[in-house]
């Protein structure tokens, strides 16, 4: 007999499962078909990561087994945001879900924003705050959408109409989303209800002075001189459908723009290479000066040039467009890019 570590088919069996869980710790995971695994979008920012956080709590409140996970690095604005809480960051997303895993979005429902084989997963949930994509399910699904400042603002109304507490450290979570989303309510995606959820966390989170802690926020998320500009291109970096093109949006929002703005150089590489590399028919990249709210957007070619001076009417100077006020991807940005496209179709 080949395999003799036990005649008694008990104790065989007890041997293979503890022998499976130490060899193949992964297996559990990928065969435990109840488990729903929360995530927000690639290149996440503090909303997507805190989000899939307190959205697997609210699930498991539910008496739902829920996880969060990542699909990608933390930025120093959430990795100071959980260390302020005292939370550990949730783990990378597995590289390989069996087709038919369920999943629950948070704070994106783009497929190219979201994990790879999106398409492949059964999407259960969604709650989300930005423009319905590609979306398709075989079965009904729980979607919570709303034009709001931030993921995080919706999630805070869910705790409040199923009446559910909640704590100091998730509440510490959702303002800060709602912080970092809104730039502190300066962002023009600002809604009433980003500000009355905040006021209702504060006392909750044990936040005195919101100024402050919003300050030490934008501290951490501009404090880049780690990071190589090819890091900095990806920070906060989407990418969008537009006339069936791939099109690459990143932006990078700091108390100090003209620190990255003198790494344009080393940036443009960057830029070329991930056009090549992911087959962009353009790549654009905003610095946004979040003391005085104004966006410099990088343009690397020609092709980028003539889009951003239809889309945006502006002139474009040493390879940038000042773009003034028009500070958001998702409200100024991303639209005006739409209508062009749509317009020119
Ligand atoms: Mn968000």
Same mark, same amino acid.
């Given at each position: 007999?080949?395999?003799?570590?036990?005649?008694?088919?008990?104790?065989?069996?007890?041997?293979?499962?503890?022998?499976?869980?130490?060899?193949?710790?992964?297996?559990?995971?990928?065969?435990?078909?109840?488990?729903?695994?929360?995530?927000?979008?690639?290149?996440?920012?503090?909303?997507?990561?805190?989000?899939?956080?307190?959205?697997?709590?609210? $699930?498991?409140?539910?008496?739902?087994?829920?996880?969060?996970?990542?699909?990608?690095?933390?930025?120093?604005?959430?990795? #100071?945001?959980?260390?302020?809480?005292?939370?550990?960051?949730?783990?990378?997303?597995?590289?390989? $879900?069996?087709?038919?895993?369920?999943?629950?979005?948070?704070?994106?429902?783009?497929?190219?924003?979201?994990?790879?084989? $999106?398409?492949?997963?059964?999407?259960?949930?969604?709650?989300?705050?930005?423009?319905?994509?590609?979306?398709?399910?075989?079965?009904?699904? *729980?979607?919570?959408?709303?034009?709001?400042?931030?993921?995080?603002?919706?999630?805070?109304?869910?705790?409040?109409?199923?009446?559910?507490?909640?704590?100091?450290?998730?509440?510490?979570?959702?303002?800060?989303?709602?912080?970092?989303?809104?730039?502190?309510?300066?962002?023009?995606?600002?809604?009433?209800?980003?500000?009355?959820?905040?006021? *209702?966390?504060?006392?909750?989170?044990?936040?005195?002075?919101?100024?402050? *802690?919003?300050? %030490?926020?934008?501290?951490?998320?501009?404090?880049?001189?780690? *990071?190589?500009?090819?890091?900095?291109? #990806?920070?906060?970096?989407?990418? #969008?459908?537009?006339?069936?093109?791939?099109?690459?949006?990143?932006?990078?929002?700091?108390?100090?723009?003209?620190?990255?703005?003198?790494?344009?150089?080393?940036?443009?590489?960057?830029?070329?290479?991930?056009?090549?590399?992911?087959?962009?028919?353009?790549?654009?990249?905003?610095?946004?000066?979040?003391?005085?709210?104004?966006?410099?957007?990088?343009?690397?070619?020609?092709?980028?040039?003539?889009?951003? %001076?239809?889309?945006?009417?502006?002139?474009?100077?040493?390879?940038?467009?000042? $773009?003034?006020?028009?500070?958001?991807?998702?409200?100024?940005?991303?639209?005006?890019?739409?209508?062009? #496209?749509?317009?020119?179709?």
């Amino acid at each position: 007999m080949k395999y003799t570590f036990s005649t008694n088919h008990s104790n065989n069996t007890l041997f293979t499962n503890t022998f499976l869980k130490q060899k193949f710790p992964l297996r559990k995971t990928i065969n435990n078909q109840s488990q729903i695994y929360v995530f927000g979008h690639r290149n996440p920012d503090t909303d997507a990561i805190t989000s899939a956080l307190v959205y697997a709590d609210f $699930l498991r409140r539910k008496k739902i087994n829920a996880k969060a996970y990542r699909l990608g690095d933390l930025n120093n604005e959430t990795k #100071f945001v959980l260390k302020r809480a005292g939370m550990k960051p949730p783990d990378m997303l597995p590289s390989y $879900l069996a087709a038919g895993t369920a999943v629950a979005l948070v704070d994106h429902n783009e497929s190219q924003q979201s994990m790879e084989n $999106l398409k492949m997963m059964r999407v259960t949930y969604v709650v989300d705050h930005h423009r319905l994509g590609d979306l398709t399910t075989l079965e009904p699904i *729980y979607l919570r959408l709303e034009p709001v400042g931030c993921t995080a603002t919706i999630l805070t109304k869910l705790y409040r109409e199923n009446k559910f507490r909640i704590n100091q450290n998730i509440a510490l979570l959702l303002v800060s989303a709602i912080l970092s989303d809104t730039l502190h309510f300066r962002s023009p995606t600002t809604t009433d209800d980003d500000r009355l959820m905040v006021n *209702y966390l504060l006392p909750i989170a044990k936040i005195d002075s919101v100024e402050t *802690y919003a300050n %030490q926020m934008f501290t951490a998320k501009s404090d880049l001189n780690s *990071y190589t500009m090819r890091e900095i291109l #990806f920070l906060d970096y989407k990418t #969008f459908i537009f006339n069936n093109q791939l099109w690459g949006v990143g932006v990078v929002e700091t108390f100090y723009p003209n620190n990255t703005l003198a790494r344009k150089d080393e940036l443009f590489e960057a830029m070329i290479d991930e056009k090549k590399r992911s087959n962009l028919t353009g790549i654009l990249f905003s610095v946004i000066d979040i003391v005085n709210l104004r966006n410099y957007m990088i343009i690397l070619g020609e092709t980028e040039k003539f889009i951003v %001076q239809k889309a945006f009417n502006v002139n474009v100077q040493d390879r940038i467009a000042d $773009l003034g006020s028009r500070i958001s991807r998702k409200k100024d940005i991303v639209p005006s890019l739409e209508r062009y #496209f749509k317009n020119s179709n």
